[in-house]
């Protein structure tokens, strides 16, 4: 089984919908957990990070963890064609994991 | 958040050749950088892990005479691949790792990438 897993879609919206990104996890050790969105030919960049289980919210993205589901989730609310990019799960016990990253496409 | 910078963006290179790509942590010290391979549509490929001031710990199946990396400063990590061949096109992405506070703890911050092709 893998540390992380991640659904690669692709994922394809309308503007202005919202998107739900997922990861679930097997070790129940890992604190540490963030999202970063990777455009194509760019490295990625860090978009949110959370400690432990619960919610932050960061203006259209709200990222959430249940530790007792081993489930991380990424929202994005009014969804804008510049969101378009690959999202990347990871997480942090003794070191880093990463999901296979999740391709999404917001249609104008 | 911090910024991370590598260089160069591009390379293209004759096979035998070495190539050396470079990167640096602009606005904070990295006592731990990391090196990645992304082939194209998948996930990041964690090559070694580079310490300042000691050897860098690699990966298994990573060779470590061929992928050379070197972590002289606290905001300097180097690699460098030596008599390049076609099979080792990729992009390179190097990553710092940095505290953000006692809650949230470490996170990497990424460079933009470095995109190798060896002709």
């Known amino acids: 089984q893998k540390e992380v897993e991640q659904d690669p879609g692709p994922l394809s919206v309308p503007e202005g919908a919202i998107v739900s990104l997922n990861c679930t996890y097997s070790?129940?050790?890992?604190?540490?957990f963030m999202w970063y969105r990777q455009y194509s030919r760019k490295g990625p960049e860090l978009l949110m990070y959370t400690y432990s289980s619960g919610n932050k919210e960061d203006g259209r993205f709200t990222a959430q963890v249940d530790k007792s589901s081993k489930y991380i989730s990424l929202f994005i609310r009014d969804s804008q064609p510049s969101d378009s990019a690959t999202y990347l799960c990871?997480?942090?016990?003794?070191?880093?994991?990463f999901g296979t990253g999740t391709s999404l496409t917001v249609i104008p | 958040g911090a910024v991370v910078s590598q260089h160069p963006s591009r390379v293209i290179c004759k096979s035998g050749t070495s190539v050396k790509i470079e990167c640096r942590s602009l606005d904070f010290q990295a006592t731990t950088m990391f090196w990645y391979r992304q082939f194209p549509k998948k996930s990041l490929m964690l090559m070694a892990t580079s310490n300042e001031g000691s050897k860098a710990t690699y990966e298994q199946g990573v060779e470590k005479d061929k992928f050379l990396i070197n972590h002289a400063s606290l905001t300097l990590s180097t690699l460098t691949v030596t008599s390049a061949h076609p099979e080792d096109s990729s992009f390179y992405i190097c990553?710092?790792?940095?505290?953000?506070?006692?809650?949230?703890?470490?996170?990497?911050?990424f460079g933009p990438g470095t995109r190798l092709l060896v002709l």
């Open positions: 990553s710092a790792r940095e505290l953000i506070d006692l809650t949230s703890g470490e996170t990497q911050y």
């Open positions: 990871a997480m942090r016990g003794n070191q880093f994991y």
């Open positions: 070790n129940s050790a890992f604190q540490y």
